[in-house]
């Protein structure tokens, strides 16, 4: 049974850095594409970040290049979203997803929030 679950929102000031983290279940990181995407209050789903796990190649929607970094912990079961210099338009539920395909078949306008399996999201709130 294929789960995830996001973790490490809260409320942050303008300028800060913050690390989320999502735990999986149910499968090996190596088989699967694992991926970050977020909603704002009234906004569409955003796709951020994406990690294909054979090749372990990551990939980034241009909005995130620069201050999002995904990283992961295949041993562990976890992948991570560290995000710095925070502005109130990042306020968002972060959300992360898994699926069999690659990150490379979500296109480049980074739908990674059709994936397969989505956990439930974390709330983050930046303050000005």
């Known amino acids: 049974d294929v789960q995830l679950q996001a973790s490490g929102g809260g409320l942050v000031q303008r300028g800060d850095s913050l690390g989320l983290s999502c735990v999986y279940t149910g499968f090996t990181f190596d088989e699967y594409s694992i991926a970050w995407f977020r909603q704002a209050p009234g906004k569409g789903r955003e796709g951020i970040s994406c990690?294909?796990?054979?090749?372990?190649?990551?990939y980034y929607s241009d909005s995130a290049k620069g201050r999002f970094t995904m990283s992961s912990d295949s041993a562990g079961n976890t992948v991570y979203l560290n995000v710095d210099s925070l502005k109130p338009e990042d306020s968002a539920v972060y959300y992360c997803?898994?699926?069999?395909?690659?990150?490379?078949?979500?296109?480049?306008?980074?739908?990674?929030?059709?994936?397969?399996?989505r956990g439930k999201g974390t709330l983050v709130t930046v303050s000005s």
């Open positions: 997803a898994a699926d069999q395909a690659d990150c490379e078949y979500f296109g480049a306008d980074h739908e990674y929030d059709s994936m397969y399996y």
């Open positions: 990690i294909t796990g054979s090749s372990r190649t990551t």
